[in-house]
């Protein structure tokens, strides 16, 4: 993977303009034939990052970098389970963005980037949500929910502190390295 990620970083680093594509989460599929009434452990969040949409500029210039650079992803990693879970995440408060990728059903795994188009520029509204997540196993049985709640500034001091030019690639590395974790 680590080549991968090496390859990636060159690729974006050289080339004008990139295409973004991102891998949708897995359905997580319960089987009603199943007899167990034990809810599922609730959710364990180990991290959550946000990184905002930033303006578009080169290292070493001014042209476009690429066109992931107006994303905004809230990443998300949960302990339990990969297998015999699913999760299912429900904003419950606050104003998402209406394009905010939260699956609608439960979804395999436990590393989460939901993606928003958030704006090519530094200086982003504020951004304050509390989302719930609940753990769902094969019987369909359902955890008590856990919530975390997404609260950035926005402003040019947004969610994500990094070097001019550089938000693109960590953006895109760290979507990267979330598809390759699903595919293992």
């Known amino acids: ?10 690729t974006l680093l050289a080339a004008p303009a990139l295409a973004c594509s991102f891998v949708e989460p897995e359905p997580f599929v319960v089987d009603d ?23 578009a500029t080169r290292p070493l210039g001014d042209e476009p970098a690429i066109s992931c650079t107006d994303l905004g992803f809230i990443e998300l990693e949960l302990d339990g389970p990969s297998e015999e879970v699913g ?17 609608g ?54 969610g994500c502190s990094t070097a001019p030019g550089s938000a693109s690639a960590i953006g895109a590395l760290a979507a990267l390295a979330l598809v390759a974790r699903r595919r293992r």
């Open 1 to 10: 993977m680590t080549r991968l990620v090496v390859a990636s970083l060159l």
């Open 33 to 55: 034939t199943l007899e167990d009434a034990e809810a599922p452990a609730a959710p364990v969040i180990l991290s959550m990052t946000v990184t905002r949409g930033a303006e």
């Open 87 to 103: 999760h299912r995440f429900t904003v419950i408060d606050g104003d998402a963005p209406d394009d905010l990728g939260l699956p």
């Open 105 to 158: 059903e439960p979804v395999v795994g436990l590393d989460f980037a939901f993606i928003w188009v958030d704006g090519a520029t530094d200086d982003q509204e504020p951004l304050s949500l509390t989302i719930e997540v609940v753990a769902v196993d094969l019987a369909g049985n359902e955890s008590a929910p856990t919530t975390f709640t997404v609260d950035d500034p926005g402003g040019s001091a947004g």
